[in-house]
């Protein structure tokens, strides 16, 4: 006689509290069918803030969900989602993409304000994960907050002096224009062409680091044209610390950068990201630093931003954008939830939007940002605010206004403006946030062969055993360092840094939060400390 696997014992619920509040709740299994050993994995999902609308620039946002699954306490697996038998709710789409890693989930109809989206049921075929008839499940369902951004030209280059910004020519400072996804070849021309300018920085083409420089950005790789989902926030602290706690003990070690090895200091937080026993630079992600821990005991992390051994407590760092990551790090946590990173192209495309390019601009559009410096109230918690936001100039964290020594809450000025407006709030052109300032926004370069040979794959929720990201064509695939050599199929981890860049600038500097400011598109300043994380998807 055929038995019920135990599915209804071990139901784990994630959920992000984030500037939008988004949470997952709910979580069970039903409906399962032993001949065809399939079930049905049932919550909801909701948000704040949420909108869909047909006026410019006509897209919405939606949460990204994906769900994780542990067999008898073993490894966690990205679960495999089928793309029939689901329901949804009320009011409601989903768009399951071609891979099934995950699904959208977005207003029907047009509308602003909060969501409650219930009884989604999705259709597992959890034979195909080879779980006997007594086995126990546990579920993690993850969903991160996104934004549509839609199909269509637009401008690359705001014709102003800053570093190595694109333009036409030689002496014609108009913007490149991106008008498909064909591809690009670069011209040394005065005027009229796609002109490649360097301004002199290192690793920036093959050929040489002059500008004018002749090559070819191929149709693979991804240029902002065709529609994509990116991240409404920068990555938060908690949410990095959700990823560490499906990982086994060498990959939290290769995640983070204290040893979790050979502990011999006494009981208490230690903090993964600084390697050091105080919190610094408003980084609280932290572990417990036990003298007797076994040598592959899996560690539970935490935000303890206040250092008094106690974890996530209210005021303990949760939704602060997570700084301190390197390019592994990011690589990582894309391929493990199923997105990609973004080219410098697309970030210029969310951004700007499909307006017309001003010199020097931010990524509110305007060349202005607020030179105030601002106070802060609610210090670490999900209700962290500024109390003297700017009415009238763009907002933003960086280090003129410096007032704090690290990345503030996501999301922190939308919540903080009184009178909210895409200036004041500091939001793109399609409602993105912190594109420019808070912590920098790592990207693809157009401009070196490593950066070039990107050709857009999503992560598939599988790392390598040590707990790398693993996509082919992806920066840094083999241990790759040098940025003219292509990256090739994954035989090896993203371990190297060969065409990865940052646009966007940080709490840090800032001339490079301009837009279209590419001074560090083609060499990468990991050390900073200042550098997040923020994925894309392409539009299925």
Known sequence: MKKLITIFVFIFLVSFINANNILVSNVSLLEQNLTSRTCKIKFDVSWDNSWRNNTIPGNWDAAWVFIKARINGGAWQHVSLENTGY??????IISIPADRKGFFIYRASNGNGSVNYTDCKFLWDYGQVNITSDASIELKVFAIEMVYITQGAFKVGDGSSYPGVLKQGSADNDPWEITSENSITTTNTTENGYYYNSDGFTGTNNIGNTSGDIFIIPAAYPKGYNAFYCMKYEL??????????????????????????????????????????????????????????GSNTIFNFYCDINDNNIADEAADGQSLACNLIKWKNMAAYLDWSALRPMTELEYEKICRGFNDPVNGEYAWGGAYAALIFYTLNNYYTDNE??????ANLGNIHYSINFMVDGPMRCGIFAASTPTPNRMTTGASYFGVMEMSGNVAEQCVSVGNIAGRSYQGQHGDGVLSDPGYGNVDYWPGINGNTDNNTANTSAVSDISGLAG???????????????????????????????????GIRTAP
């Open 500 to 534: 990865i860049g940052s646009k966007g600038g940080s709490y840090i500097e800032a001339p490079t939060c301009i837009v279209s400011n590419r001074k560090n598109t083609n060499f990468h300043y990991e050390d900073n400390g200042d550098i997040g994380i923020r």
């Open 87 to 92: 329901t949804t709710p009320n009011d409601a």
């Open 236 to 293: 938060s602290q908690q949410q990095y610390v959700d990823f560490l706690n499906t990982l086994d003990r060498t990959q939290q070690q290769n995640m983070v950068n204290a040893p979790l090895n050979n502990v011999i200091t006494p009981f208490g937080s230690y903090f993964a990201l600084l390697n050091d026993p105080s919190s610094t630079n408003r980084n609280s992600i932290a572990y417990n630093k036990d003298p007797f821990i």
């Open 385 to 390: 605010i500024i109390t003297n936001t700017s």
